[in-house]
């Protein structure tokens, strides 16, 4: 069984996704500097095109896919460009970028029937992906179970990546059992096993699973000491919703976890939720709440306010991110 400690599903968790091994372009530092910031924006739904360019066209196969899917969301469809990325980072082996292009249809080429030679199909790139996956998986690969999962939807070939310590797997099959997949002869079983599987999840550093177990120990048990440690953790990885949680705890706008009222750390994570003034809906919502924070504090305190801001960030250096999923099954476009 291959062990997923926390400290490496959190630093992975940061871009947002986990690729199985492909080759990678040698990028200079400016490159891979680009490459980093650009991944950092397109998880805080900004524009990322111009520094993902740079790394993908130097032949980075994950910049490549980023910037791929970046562009499909810029222009609500796929593009010629944006499939041409793609295509290059599954040359390379990049499992999500075949299923991408499997599930976005074969291209314009396809219809008019004057596809270049070399290009693939639709079906093409799903069977690529599920000929490696399924070798992966032969193996006892938890990551290559969880691709098989996507290309397949066996939902078996889901429950063994999760057994295996997955936590992208661990949190989709709670969300699926949630959505009443899978047979439980006990009711009650069904209701165990999404608490099990978003624990797992929460366990090996998934931000939106530990925010999913915290309300289920909420709701369920009344377990505050367990709900404010997932809330915290939720926070320390940068989640927006983790961070936005805990803040309104500190302001009691209103607290259900029974955290201590403390105006300085609300005004502190709050504040750092502004640097989210991209997509994503939140920012009127941030500057509505520093507003009512501000307004119950002295000067002195909101001071101390931004200098507690400088402080998590230096304890707790991943960007504020929105962690958008990786291939939403939401996402069909």
Not at 245 to 271: C, I, M, Q, R, W
């Amino acid at each position: 069984m291959r062990n997923f400690s926390l400290p490496l599903i959190t630093a992975v968790l940061g871009l947002c996704t986990v690729f199985s091994a492909y080759s990678f372009a040698t990028l200079s530092p400016a490159q891979q500097a680009a490459k980093e910031r650009g991944i950092m924006l397109y998880n805080q739904y900004k524009p990322a095109e111009n520094e993902l360019r740079i790394a993908a066209e130097a032949g980075d196969a994950e910049a490549q896919f980023y910037l791929g899917e970046n562009l499909r969301h810029k222009n609500r469809h796929m593009t010629a460009e944006a499939r041409n990325f793609l295509e290059a980072s599954a040359t390379q082996g990049n499992l999500y970028a075949m299923i991408r292009l499997g599930n976005s249809g074969s291209g314009l080429c396809n219809i008019l029937g004057n596809c270049p030679s070399g290009f693939k199909t639709q079906e093409e790139w799903l069977r690529e992906a599920w000929k490696i996956s399924k070798e992966q998986a032969a193996q006892g690969d938890p990551e290559g179970l969880y691709i098989l999962f996507r290309v397949t939807g066996d939902f078996d070939s889901l429950i063994k990546s999760a057994e295996l310590g997955f936590p992208f797997a661990q949190y989709w099959l709670a969300q699926r059992y949630r959505n009443g997949d899978g047979f439980f002869w006990l009711p009650w079983r069904r209701n165990q096993e999404i608490e099990r599987w978003f624990k797992a999840a929460a366990e090996n550093g998934h931000p939106q699973a530990m925010v999913e177990y915290a309300v289920i120990v909420y709701e369920d048990r009344g377990d505050m000491a367990v709900v404010r440690h997932w809330i915290e953790e939720a926070a320390k990885t940068g989640y927006q919703n983790g961070v936005a949680h805990l803040a309104g705890e500190y302001a009691h706008s209103p607290s259900h976890f029974n955290f201590p009222l403390d105006l300085v750390k609300a005004y502190g994570l709050t504040s750092l939720l502004l640097v989210l003034d991209g997509g994503g809906g939140t920012l009127r919502f941030t500057e509505r709440d520093l507003v009512k924070i501000s307004a119950q504090m002295t000067p002195e305190q909101i001071e101390r306010g931004k200098a507690f801001a400088l402080e998590w960030q230096a304890a707790h250096p991943r960007p504020i991110s929105f962690f958008p999923m990786m291939l939403d099954p939401l996402d069909s476009f």
